[in-house]
């Protein structure tokens, strides 16, 4: 055999290792590329510091039902007197610790999770803006024992007659008070 | 040697009114009389409390001057009168006072740096809610926007700065006892400005600024070149504010580590930046342009920068930003398994540690994965 044959066939057999090498994930597994499968996007929007654990159960469920990505949304009201793009650490002191503790129960359920903050001038205008902005096959929402605080009455009406979404409003139970808060959090956050 | 004639300016700093900044002022007022200088109150406002207006009797005040605006004679500081008598040292309360129309300056503050120009020492008081930086910060915590603003530079180029502080219950039982405010104005001070949670969050932000304050002093402190001792003063750790900055990219797991660096940076007291470096040919699909823009928006709402710069070499992307911002950590998420000849490259956060030796690499756990994958 002539000494170019045989580097032509070390050179081949480099090339092959290097394709192999690109193609093949790490651990030597081929990945089964996944039949795209449209994405539903399940809503759950909150406003204070804590949610019904029966409105954070259903997302849940029919995220596992659907395969579906859930995606809790902090929505932050900004003062009148503040520029409607202002920070607001102090609102974030509240809802980023709920965010975290939510996201860490829904991924710890194998559940995909795609969080999202809105500010507005009420918190109608920060669920409208994210509606504007995104589209979601259903809202969840849980409906506030006490309608002065987070999204009131009005605002539920508002959301079911001008949003072409399924939403769910869920009462909160009278036996179960259970809440999701940032208690919850796992870890140092 | 030439030798700076601008006089000294000492701030007296306070989370509220009714702390003390005034009463302060004026003792240290008549310390500088007794030590035998010329000193003058430039302008003293007593709001009708009486060991002020006593503690400012035994010393000489200049006259107040009548300003016409419009049908009404409003009182103004003397601001000629005041460069005429030249006294060493000046007391002048309320640095963020807005002047009435007519007279030298639209601010107070610009009044005081005439005096300062002139060689005369100047004593001053300031609420913190009167920076313009904190106005709205100040606002978001109290539901209360001061009017009268001024630039942070003003206390930025005061020689000292001395915080008046009080806990918020004593300020309380002060304001009770009537020493703050009228007995007709009590009621309605503690139903509105005054609530506990308020002077709570107001300390706090006088507690802050007055420590950036020294912090940004020992970082802007001149070259020394002088004696072994003053040039191991220099090189003597310098009390750095934290800035950290987060590498993000556009997919759902970034905000996870954007606020887990928030948190860090709530913490620490410091200023958070995000960076993404993006590949120059790197084209954005749908998922990837909404979570980028999920990603800006949380980065706002947080109070966070979001940078993108775009380029083929991450570590030196990220070692340069860190550089110019002045960055003193970097967080990170676990970075997703390399293919190919990537695998032969050096992991980016040992890139990153070499090419920034001073500041820390953090790569942040993704506890969430960690719950799932336990049984």
């Known amino acids: 055999m002539s000494t170019g044959v045989v580097v032509a066939i070390v050179l081949a057999a480099v090339l092959v290792g290097i394709a192999a090498g690109y193609w093949l994930p790490p651990h030597g597994r081929r990945v089964r590329r996944e039949r795209p499968r449209p994405v539903r996007r399940i809503l759950l929007p909150f406003t204070g510091e804590a949610i019904s654990r029966r409105a954070f159960e259903a997302s849940v469920r029919l995220a596992k039902a659907e395969g579906a990505t859930v995606m809790p949304a902090f929505l932050a009201r900004v003062p009148m007197d503040l520029p409607p793009d202002a920070a607001l650490p102090v609102q974030c002191e509240k809802g980023m610790p709920l965010l975290e503790a939510i996201e860490q129960r829904l991924s710890a359920q194998g559940i995909a999770v795609d969080s999202r903050v809105a500010r507005g001038r009420s918190y109608r205008d920060a669920l409208r803006h994210l509606l504007e902005q995104e589209h979601f096959d259903r809202i969840i929402v849980s409906v506030p024992e006490d309608s002065r605080s987070g999204l009131t009455h009005d605002d539920l009406l508002w959301l079911i007659d001008r949003v072409p979404a399924e939403i769910m409003l869920l009462r909160p139970a009278r036996d179960d008070t259970r809440r999701i808060s940032a208690v919850g959090v796992g870890g140092h956050f | ?375």
């Open chain 2, 1 to 375: 040697v030439v030798e700076s004639k601008r006089g000294h300016l000492r701030v007296f700093l306070g989370m509220a009114a009714g702390v003390g900044k005034t009463y302060a002022m004026l003792l240290e007022g008549h310390a500088a009389a007794k030590a035998g200088r010329d000193v003058v109150i430039g302008l003293l406002e007593t709001h009708g409390r009486e060991d002020t207006a006593r503690l400012a009797d035994r010393l000489p005040m200049i006259p107040r001057r009548r300003v016409k605006y419009r049908d009404t004679e409003l009182e103004e500081m003397d601001l000629p009168a005041i460069l005429a008598r030249a006294p060493e040292l000046c007391l002048i309360d309320e640095l963020a006072h807005t002047n009435a129309p007519g007279v030298e300056h639209a601010k107070r503050f610009e009044d005081v740096e005439d005096v300062l120009e002139a060689g005369i020492d100047v004593l001053s008081t300031l609420n913190v809610q009167h920076l313009e930086s904190l106005n709205d910060r100040i606002v978001e915590l109290t539901g209360v926007r001061v009017r009268e603003t001024i630039p942070d530079a003003v206390l930025g180029k005061a020689d000292e700065v001395v915080l008046i502080d009080v806990t918020p219950n004593a300020l309380l039982d002060r304001l009770r006892a009537g020493k703050v405010y009228p007995p007709e104005r009590i009621e309605s001070a503690l139903n509105n400005f005054f609530k506990i949670e308020n002077l709570d969050a107001l300390r706090e932000v006088a507690l802050r600024e007055v420590a950036e304050e020294v912090g940004a002093k020992r970082l802007t402190t001149p070259e020394v070149t002088g004696t072994r001792e003053e040039t191991l003063a220099a090189d003597a750790p310098q009390a750095v504010g934290e800035r950290l900055l987060a590498l993000v990219e556009p997919y759902p797991g970034s905000q996870r580590l954007v606020r887990r660096a928030w948190r860090s940076a709530q913490r620490l007291g410091g200023e958070l930046d995000l960076l993404w470096v993006r590949p120059p040919s790197r084209r954005l699909t749908g998922d990837e342009e909404r979570s980028l823009s999920a990603v800006r928006e949380l980065a706002s709402v947080l109070g966070a920068d979001l940078l993108i710069e775009e380029s083929d070499d991450v570590a030196a992307t990220v070692a340069e930003v860190a550089e110019r911002r002045g960055t003193t950590y970097i967080l990170m998420g676990r970075a997703r398994p390399a293919r190919g000849l990537a695998r032969l490259r050096t992991p980016l956060p040992q890139e990153l540690m070499e090419l920034l030796p001073r500041v820390d690499v953090r790569i942040v756990a993704d506890r969430a994965r960690r719950a799932a994958e336990q049984p």
